[in-house]
């Protein structure tokens, strides 16, 4: 039997992790542990507080005073696989101050590589895929003095025994969640701190998702949310953006789907409740879960009355084998007519490309980047593909003998240790920042460019930052010769 840990409602602290090298700080509102900490509130009357080490780079110093100014009974921190430094650091930094306290790991990491985290000594419980119940029923557990031993979806280490528990059923009516908990973060602060989106039409944004997995089998893709697509209704969503902007004052949103537009008559919905709605100077933007190859021309035409600002295309590779291989499927000749008819309607387009993939041959890489020169899109991003533990990718790379290195550190977009194609590291390197010189520095994309700066002027400001990460520091290290 658990130790009750209070007789009190339960007060639990929430802490986004963030990367060890603060250099380049960004941050984007934590919606996991806003969606964690309302649904806390509005089940146990949870008292929670939430902290983003993110904001004005805190170390674990910071965050230890932060916790003793109020302990609370259980800490939880979310990590993405990129963030795992900190978080192992965190960690042992929190459990040398208050050893008495809980600390329970979730997020993408810990659906990725429970491996990793379990194998921490300083991390009690671990909690995979969807967190909402799942971290409920923990806390109420605890909090209660009563066994949480087998509450699905969790993962812990006892005795020097690992056990993990069936999986969680995925939440199936998303409407039933209640909305995020804005009121517990500093929002305003997000408006001033580097975003991971470089080009944007208003500071005052907020992320939101409006559905959940996508039902699609790209092998470099986690399946944190699993392929069951689920999704809230169009009123509950307009809900949602309406007190948003009423009563915190934002005037964009970014849509965080995996594929937002897989129920078409759905995703036309909300963009034609949006148009007609009271939010006139109000944005979207799409950048990331779209699916282009079944965007038609009725979307197009909704995405300039709802006042779309910026859509990703996710091509990733423009070899039809590759496509095959990454079962991504997405049909090539679909997109290019896509792109030129929404750039007609005055939408900013990004191209989103990976190069690396395994048994990539140099034509193929070279067919990518044609392909994305001669894209009727504005900006581009030319990732190295990573094979993130979990992941079809990653168990590809291991069998083709390629070495991984473990360390959640050694992922990176653009200064990755891994190179799964068939060029070797000073070629794939080459490439890389060949397609970014080829793409920005044409006269076709500087005029385009300037487009991008009548909307939004301060998109200027980010251009020493792209040229930085994906010219400068662009490169592949993991010492493959051909």
Not at 4 to 9: A, D, E, F, T, V
Not at 18 to 23: I, N, V
Not at 33 to 48: D, F, H, T
Not at 65 to 82: E, K, N, Q
Request: aromatic share 12%; hydrophobic share 40%.
């Amino acid at each position: 039997m658990a130790k009750r840990i209070s007789k009190s409602p339960p007060k639990i602290a929430l802490i986004k992790t963030g990367l060890m090298d603060r250099s380049d700080s960004k941050a984007t509102p934590p919606l996991g542990c806003m969606y964690i900490a309302s649904v806390l509130q509005k089940e146990l009357g949870a008292e929670c507080h939430i902290l983003d080490t993110r904001l004005g780079n805190l170390t674990d110093d910071q965050v230890g005073d932060w916790i003793a100014r109020d302990p609370p009974h259980l800490i939880g921190l979310s990590v993405m696989t990129f963030e795992a430094g900190q978080m192992h650091s965190l960690a042992a930094h929190l459990k040398e101050r208050f050893p008495d306290i809980p600390v329970v790991v979730g997020g993408p990491h810990a659906s990725a590589d429970m491996e990793d985290i379990l194998a921490d000594r300083n991390v009690d419980w671990l909690v995979y895929h969807e967190g909402e119940y799942t971290f409920l029923e923990l806390v109420e557990a605890l909090w209660k003095g009563k066994s949480a031993n087998k509450i699905l979806g969790t993962a812990y280490r006892r005795n020097g025994k690992t056990t993990v528990t069936p999986p969680r059923p995925y939440i199936e009516d998303l409407d039933s969640l209640p909305f995020p908990s804005w009121d517990l973060i500093d929002y305003r602060a997000y408006f001033k701190t580097p975003r991971l989106l470089l080009i944007y039409k208003n500071a005052q944004y907020m992320p939101i998702f409006t559905s959940r997995a996508c039902p699609f089998s790209c092998i470099y893709c986690h399946n944190i949310f699993g392929k069951g697509f689920r999704y809230r209704s169009p009123q509950n969503v307009l809900a949602e953006m309406r007190e948003l902007y009423h009563n915190y004052g934002i005037r964009e949103f970014e849509f965080f789907d995996d594929c937002f537009n897989v129920n078409q008559a759905r995703s036309k919905e909300i963009l034609r409740l949006f148009a007609e709605s009271e939010m006139r100077d109000a944005w979207l933007y799409f950048p990331n879960g779209l699916r282009t190859d079944i965007v038609d021309d009725q979307t197009i035409r909704l995405w300039k009355e709802a006042r779309v600002f910026r859509v990703a295309i996710a091509v990733e590779t423009a070899s039809p084998r590759l496509q095959k291989l990454i079962k991504k499927n997405i049909r090539l000749e679909k997109i290019k007519p896509v792109a030129s008819k929404a750039s007609r309607q005055g939408v900013i387009l990004h191209g989103l490309f990976m190069l690396g993939f395994p048994t990539e041959t140099r034509e193929e890489l070279h067919q990518t980047i044609r392909f994305a020169l001669d894209m009727d899109i504005d900006t581009a991003s030319f990732f190295i593909v990573n094979p993130f533990k979990g992941t079809e990718l990653a168990e590809m790379a291991r069998k083709m003998g390629t070495p991984i290195d473990p360390d959640p550190a050694k992922y990176d977009y653009f200064r990755a240790k891994f190179n799964l194609s068939r060029v070797s590291d000073e070629e794939l390197t080459y490439l890389l920042r060949q397609a970014n010189l080829r793409f920005y520095l044409s006269f076709k994309r500087i005029i385009r460019f300037l487009r991008i700066l009548w909307y939004n002027p301060r998109a200027l400001l980010n251009l020493p930052r792209i040229f930085f990460d994906r010219i400068l520091t662009i490169k592949v290290g993991g010492g493959k010769k051909t």
